[in-house]
């Protein structure tokens, strides 16, 4: 059996287990969808949104690029998030980044991947405005920091988007939430209380950067 055959196999089988534990599962996904939760996230394989929230298919709208980065000239996640706000109307996004991100760690080491690291010199911006506070961290805290870090920096970003500028000029209720995700333990672990509207963006914003910082000297 070739290794996509398997891939297919695997599905059946799936799909078999979860109508023999909900016979309607498919036709209410078919019908419908309406997810509370716009997921941007990590393109890394080890971080599936779904899996990882305990969530079902349907429950959450998903983004993922490397280095779950939020851009305002790129047109692709910008989309994702004025459906998910504008048609889906969900309730929560979440920029959610992991410890150990390959991107991140390559921007931090100035290592060299490829064309990506066009795409990565968006970190590296996050990297230039710590970067007085960086240095002055112990060398194995720095990229735990810097994937923090720039988790908050993307949240920012989106809060800043004119989409979710016009959902809460409009009165939506939207709230966008910074967590971080642990490899080595399986948990989630927020780093903001939550923005929920426009005069709270740049107070949440500090917040999470000093208490980032605060953790890292403890």
Known sequence: ???????????????????????????????????????????????????????????VFVHRNIANVVVHTDLNCLSTIQFAVDLLKVEHIIVCGHYGCGGVLATLNGKRIGLADNW??????????????????????????????????????????????????RGQTIQVHAWIYALTDGKLRALNNGISDIDNINSTYKKAINACFERAHE
């Open 1 to 59: 059996m070739s290794e996509l055959q398997y891939l297919l196999e695997q599905n059946k089988a799936w799909a078999s287990q979860v109508i023999a534990e909900d016979p309607n599962f498919f036709n209410r996904l078919e019908g419908i969808q309406s997810p509370k939760y716009l997921w941007i996230g990590c393109s890394d394989s080890r971080v599936p949104a779904n899996q990882i929230t305990g969530m079902q298919p349907g429950e």
């Open 120 to 169: 990565l010199r968006h970190v590296g911006d996050v990297m230039d405005k710590h970067q007085l506070a960086l240095v002055r961290l112990p060398e194995a805290k720095r990229g735990s920091v810097l994937c923090e870090l720039n988790v908050i920096e993307q949240v920012l970003n989106v809060c800043q988007s004119t989409v979710l500028s016009d959902a809460w000029s």
